[in-house]
């Protein structure tokens, strides 16, 4: 085999090489693309999801800041049993 031969066959070998790293960056770049877009939808979802907690519980503050003061208004507060109040840290 001469030296003319051996310089085709690294020639051919070169840009099969080459195409397979064409294909390989192809691959890497759509599961890459992929992964940014799962991200991006979980974290929408997330902040969803948490901002409607946020309001639950904003709603649900207010509801009992709502029945204290009726409570306290009316003067019955003494005659609610204390399992139906809320708890307040110490």
């Given at each position: 085999m001469g030296l003319k031969d051996e310089?085709?066959?690294?020639?051919?070998?070169?840009?099969?090489?080459?195409?397979e790293l064409h294909e390989t960056n192809l691959a890497i770049r759509e599961s890459l693309q992929l992964?940014?877009?799962?991200?991006?939808?979980m974290n929408e979802s997330f902040t969803k999801?948490?901002?409607?907690?946020?309001?639950?519980m904003q709603d649900m503050k207010v509801k009992v800041d709502i029945s204290d003061i009726v409570l306290?208004?009316?003067g019955i507060?003494?005659?609610?049993?204390?399992?139906?109040?809320?708890?307040?840290?110490?």
């Open positions: 310089i085709s066959e690294m020639r051919k070998s070169m840009e099969k090489m080459t195409s992964t940014s877009d799962t991200i991006k939808e999801m948490l901002g409607e907690t946020l309001k639950a306290n208004r009316l507060e003494g005659l609610i049993p204390d399992i139906f109040k809320k708890k307040t840290k110490k």
